[in-house]
């Protein structure tokens, strides 16, 4: 336990910890054989135990041993360094350029090919002129597909490559996690059929050197008979440069698929044929469809949906007592289906039309009083009369309404002004809702309230802010079963920029992180925004103010054993940066629960491993993959300690623990841990002996004196089955005789 340099096991030495008769203290100090410059007899050389050990020797000279790999050929893949291969191999992948390339997820073949799907006319011409008609497969290995945003680019990729690769070739859906495109982070695989969505308005800028470089890379792709299709929003192909090259086809979609036609597939595919007959026969519907696109016009059809349900369940249930004006039990499945898919602009334009004071029964715009109101019933559709007067006058608060204008224009005070105006019910009334017998509004019109959120948002730039407010403050649950919680993850994402999301940020990350990450979380999942979001959350990580709506997010997403290995990385990725940048020790104990609630769970543990394996390959900080193996000291295996039972993963655990030792603050950490796992050992002779010979080489080496003395005082008082106090066990050895009368374990020294 000297202030040594901590010296690694060469490859032809086995590991101290692995030694079955460990050298016992004895005259020669704190076990000198760990010394610098201090040989342990008959180390390193041939000499018996009896000779001189003054005496000179020199260790014979070794030949190298080559890494030889032999091989017979076709299917040979290399990965790793090889000396020297033996035979021949067709392709040579190398583990470092594994490292860092982009990951992604396979899809199943079968799933795409069951999947709705429509190709019209515009569609057809693409496909066709993408395929080669004499073998059926992809004219070039890189194909880049040129669309506008939400047209489907990304499901007639997929589609075709379903259909036009071989069955046993691999279909890989990538995430571009880059900052700009580059050729070295695709990946190459064997057999292989790769996916990418470049759509991130910064980070995806395409440029004349990257589509050279993917000309070339065409070539590798042909070598291993893969693919690789390339998504890429309209805006991002501008330059004349960006042309077509040897290996490369270029495809646009000009239009997305008939909206009608989409809306039918969907519906068909769910099970819902005879709603595909009833929507056939309602024009005002059809006309509501036209012009779509693929994206509206899949979320059309569970608008649909929706609207028979609600019309199947009011028919179905009693008919409650409702205001007179209130007739939505007798509404037609038709008008319901209709008003569900319009967009309700005209009528909004009347509403939100010329400013107004006063309502007016031949004027339909209305007052900002109730605009406010209208926009709380669209949040919160059904209510109690109390609550929905409570919303909206928040919402006046957080737009600084306040007080009304007399009409010489002095302001009145709130309670006058208010007593003087119309009623709530009339106000209920005038904007489209009706009231029951228990002063219960009835505003039961989710399309409607959308369409009142989405034209607010779109058409009052300074409203936005004050609805962010309004909203985060309204929130009762992190679940997007929530209105206020489900209209933030619409209202934010809806133009997918991130100055939304950093507005969002700032208002919600102090009073309510955990709304802010369920809201973050939407928008990760999101297709068209996922990238930006992870984008801004990476730079969330690095500020104090945003670190536990960060923690809260990435903690749910690793615990969910169905998101994909891409998405799990990113989560980790933002942990580790909050973990690498942060000094405030509260957030670090924040990250460390969080990491240990991961460790109870196998799918956590998995991704902790490769955190720690990470650190010890220097390829993720320090910070991180110490939390990382910190928390996993917390899993046991029965009654053992996880990371040194049986089943332990393949991780250097002994370097670990030296190397959480050697600094004071990990040192702190780790040391009630370590006394964890002794205590949990102790009942079994075997177990702890085990234990404690796998813990002395850790607690040997450079700055290990402190970590060393705290641990044994933590330890006094723990005893073994047999009565052996284990303090007492380390301190003996660890602590050559000679020098225990200076370094007492208990006392003062001599």
Same mark, same amino acid.
């Given at each position: 336990?000297?202030?040594?340099?901590?010296?690694?096991?060469?490859?032809?030495?086995?590991?101290?910890?692995?030694?079955?008769?460990?050298?016992?203290?004895?005259?020669?100090?704190?076990?000198?054989?760990?010394?610098?410059?201090?040989?342990?007899?008959?180390?390193?050389?041939?000499?018996?135990?009896?000779?001189?050990?003054?005496?000179?020797?020199?260790?014979?000279?070794?030949?190298?041993?080559?890494?030889?790999? @032999?091989?017979?050929?076709?299917?040979?893949?290399?990965?790793?360094?090889?000396?020297?291969?033996?035979?021949?191999?067709?392709?040579?992948?190398?583990?470092?350029?594994?490292?860092?390339?982009?990951?992604?997820?396979?899809?199943?073949?079968?799933?795409?090919?069951?999947?709705?799907?429509?190709?019209?006319?515009?569609?057809?011409?693409?496909?066709?002129?993408?395929?080669?008609?004499?073998?059926?497969?992809?004219?070039?290995?890189?194909?880049?597909?040129?669309?506008?945003?939400?047209?489907?680019?990304?499901?007639?990729?997929?589609?075709?490559?379903?259909?036009?690769?071989?069955?046993?070739?691999?279909?890989?859906?990538?995430?571009?996690?880059?900052?700009?495109?580059?050729?070295?982070?695709?990946?190459?695989?064997?057999?292989?059929?790769?996916?990418?969505?470049?759509?991130?308005?910064?980070?995806?800028?395409?440029?004349?050197?990257?589509?050279?470089?993917?000309?070339?890379?065409?070539?590798?792709?042909?070598?291993?008979?893969?693919?690789?299709?390339?998504?890429? /929003? &309209?805006?991002?192909?501008?330059?004349?440069?960006?042309?077509?090259?040897?290996?490369?086809?270029?495809?646009?979609?000009?239009?997305?698929?008939?909206?009608?036609?989409?809306?039918?597939?969907?519906?068909? /595919?769910?099970?819902? $044929?005879?709603?595909?007959?009833?929507?056939?026969?309602?024009?005002?519907?059809?006309?509501?469809?036209?012009?779509?696109?693929?994206?509206?016009?899949?979320?059309?059809?569970?608008?649909?949906?929706?609207?028979?349900?609600?019309?199947?369940?009011?028919? %179905?249930?009693?008919?409650?007592? &409702?205001?007179?004006?209130?007739?939505?039990? %007798?509404?037609?499945?038709?008008?319901?289906?209709?008003?569900?898919?319009?967009?309700?602009?005209?009528?909004?334009?009347?509403?939100?039309?010329?400013? +107004?004071?006063?309502?007016?029964?031949?004027?339909?715009?209305?007052?900002?009083?109730?605009?406010?109101?209208?926009?709380?019933?669209?949040?919160?559709?059904?209510?109690?009369?109390?609550?929905?007067?409570?919303?909206?006058?928040?919402?006046?608060?957080?737009?600084?309404?306040?007080?009304?204008?007399?009409?010489?224009?002095?302001?009145?005070?709130?309670?006058?002004?208010?007593?003087?105006?119309?009623?709530?019910?009339?106000?209920?009334?005038?904007?489209?809702?009706?009231?029951?017998?228990?002063?219960?509004?009835?505003?039961?019109?989710?399309?409607?309230?959308?369409?009142?959120?989405?034209?607010?948002?779109?058409?009052?730039?300074?409203?936005?802010?004050?609805?962010?407010?309004?909203?985060?403050?309204?929130?009762?649950?992190?679940?997007?079963?929530?209105?206020?919680?489900?209209?933030?993850?619409?209202?934010?994402?809806?133009?997918?920029?991130?100055?939304?999301?950093?507005?969002?940020?700032?208002?919600?990350?102090?009073?309510?992180?955990?709304?802010?990450?369920?809201?973050?979380?939407?928008?990760?999942?999101?297709?068209?925004?996922?990238?930006?979001?992870?984008?801004?959350?990476?730079?969330? $990580?690095?500020?104090?103010?945003?670190?536990?709506?960060?923690?809260?997010?990435?903690?749910?997403?690793?615990?969910?054993?169905?998101?994909?290995?891409?998405?799990?990385?990113?989560?980790?990725?933002?942990?580790?940066?909050?973990?690498? +940048?942060?000094?405030?020790?509260? +957030?670090?104990?924040?990250?460390? /629960?969080?990491?240990?609630?991961?460790?109870?769970?196998?799918?956590?543990?998995?991704?902790?491993? $490769?955190?720690?394996?990470?650190?010890?390959?220097?390829?993720?900080?320090?910070?991180?993959?110490?939390?990382?193996?910190?928390?996993?000291?917390?899993?046991?295996?029965?009654?053992?300690?996880?990371?040194?039972?049986?089943?332990?993963?393949?991780?250097?655990?002994?370097?670990?623990?030296? @190397?959480?030792?050697?600094?004071?603050?990990?040192?702190?950490?780790?040391?009630?841990?370590?006394?964890?796992?002794?205590?949990?050992?102790?009942?079994? $002779?075997?177990?702890?002996?085990?234990?404690?010979?796998?813990?002395?080489?850790?607690?040997?080496?450079?700055?290990?004196?402190?970590?060393?003395?705290?641990?044994?005082?933590?330890?006094?008082?723990?005893?073994?089955?047999?009565?052996?106090?284990?303090?007492?066990?380390?301190?003996?050895?660890?602590?050559?005789?000679?020098?225990?009368?200076?370094?007492?374990?208990?006392?003062? /020294?001599?």
């Amino acid at each position: 336990m000297l202030d040594s340099p901590f010296e690694p096991i060469q490859p032809h030495q086995s590991s101290p910890s692995k030694e079955e008769n460990p050298e016992p203290n004895d005259s020669n100090g704190w076990l000198p054989w760990r010394r610098p410059g201090v040989h342990r007899p008959n180390e390193g050389t041939g000499l018996p135990a009896s000779s001189d050990p003054q005496q000179p020797h020199e260790a014979a000279p070794q030949e190298p041993t080559l890494n030889v790999l @032999d091989t017979d050929g076709t299917q040979t893949n290399v990965h790793g360094n090889v000396d020297v291969v033996a035979g021949r191999i067709e392709h040579l992948i190398l583990e470092t350029r594994k490292r860092d390339v982009l990951e992604g997820i396979e899809v199943d073949r079968g799933h795409v090919l069951e999947q709705p799907f429509v190709r019209d006319s515009q569609w057809a011409e693409t496909w066709k002129q993408a395929i080669d008609p004499a073998t059926g497969r992809l004219l070039q290995r890189v194909l880049i597909i040129v669309a506008p945003r939400s047209f489907g680019s990304t499901t007639f990729a997929l589609r075709l490559l379903a259909e036009h690769t071989d069955s046993h070739t691999a279909l890989i859906k990538l995430d571009a996690d880059w900052n700009a495109p580059s050729k070295g982070r695709l990946p190459l695989e064997k057999r292989h059929a790769f996916q990418l969505d470049l759509k991130h308005p910064v980070n995806d800028q395409l440029s004349a050197d990257f589509l050279d470089a993917l000309s070339k890379h065409a070539d590798n792709l042909r070598d291993c008979d893969s693919y690789l299709v390339l998504t890429v /929003a &309209q805006e991002l192909w501008t330059d004349h440069r960006l042309s077509s090259r040897a290996g490369i086809h270029v495809a646009r979609l000009h239009a997305a698929p008939d909206a009608q036609q989409v809306v039918e597939a969907h519906l068909q /595919a769910n099970g819902y $044929a005879q709603l595909v007959t009833a929507l056939k026969s309602y024009p005002k519907a059809q006309a509501s469809l036209r012009g779509l696109t693929a994206v509206a016009a899949v979320r059309a059809a569970r608008t649909i949906v929706m609207a028979w349900q609600e019309h199947t369940r009011l028919q %179905q249930s009693p008919p409650p007592v &409702q205001a007179e004006a209130d007739d939505r039990g %007798q509404v037609s499945l038709e008008d319901r289906i209709s008003a569900a898919l319009t967009d309700w602009r005209e009528e909004l334009d009347d509403r939100f039309g010329e400013t +107004t004071t006063l309502h007016s029964s031949d004027n339909p715009s209305l007052t900002v009083e109730d605009r406010c109101l209208l926009l709380a019933l669209a949040v919160r559709q059904s209510a109690p009369m109390p609550e929905v007067a409570r919303s909206a006058d928040k919402l006046q608060q957080a737009i600084g309404h306040t007080q009304t204008q007399s009409g010489n224009g002095a302001a009145l005070p709130l309670v006058p002004s208010a007593f003087a105006s119309r009623g709530l019910r009339r106000r209920i009334h005038d904007v489209g809702a009706g009231v029951d017998a228990q002063d219960n509004v009835i505003f039961d019109r989710p399309a409607y309230g959308r369409a009142i959120l989405e034209y607010v948002w779109d058409n009052y730039d300074v409203m936005r802010k004050p609805l962010l407010t309004w909203l985060v403050e309204a929130s009762e649950s992190t679940s997007l079963e929530d209105p206020a919680v489900g209209a933030l993850a619409d209202l934010t994402i809806r133009h997918g920029t991130i100055d939304y999301l950093n507005v969002l940020g700032s208002i919600a990350c102090t009073n309510k992180p955990d709304v802010l990450s369920a809201v973050m979380e939407s928008a990760v999942h999101n297709e068209h925004i996922g990238r930006l979001a992870w984008a801004t959350l990476y730079r969330w $990580a690095e500020q104090e103010g945003y670190a536990s709506a960060v923690i809260s997010l990435c903690q749910r997403i690793l615990e969910n054993a169905s998101v994909s290995a891409s998405t799990a990385k990113m989560a980790m990725v933002r942990l580790r940066r909050i973990a690498h +940048t942060t000094d405030d020790t509260a +957030t670090r104990r924040t990250v460390l /629960a969080a990491f240990e609630e991961l460790a109870q769970r196998p799918i956590g543990t998995t991704r902790l491993v $490769a955190e720690v394996r990470n650190w010890q390959q220097d390829k993720a900080s320090a910070r991180g993959g110490s939390l990382a193996f910190l928390a996993l000291m917390t899993a046991s295996d029965g009654d053992t300690p996880w990371l040194v039972s049986e089943t332990a993963p393949d991780i250097d655990v002994e370097r670990a623990v030296h @190397d959480l030792l050697s600094t004071p603050d990990t040192a702190a950490e780790i040391i009630p841990r370590l006394t964890t796992w002794v205590r949990a050992c102790t009942a079994d $002779a075997g177990a702890y002996t085990r234990l404690r010979d796998r813990l002395l080489p850790s607690l040997r080496g450079h700055n290990m004196f402190q970590a060393g003395m705290a641990l044994m005082r933590e330890l006094d008082g723990v005893s073994t089955a047999e009565g052996v106090n284990v303090a007492d066990d380390f301190y003996h050895h660890l602590v050559d005789s000679r020098l225990q009368p200076v370094f007492p374990l208990k006392g003062d /020294a001599a």
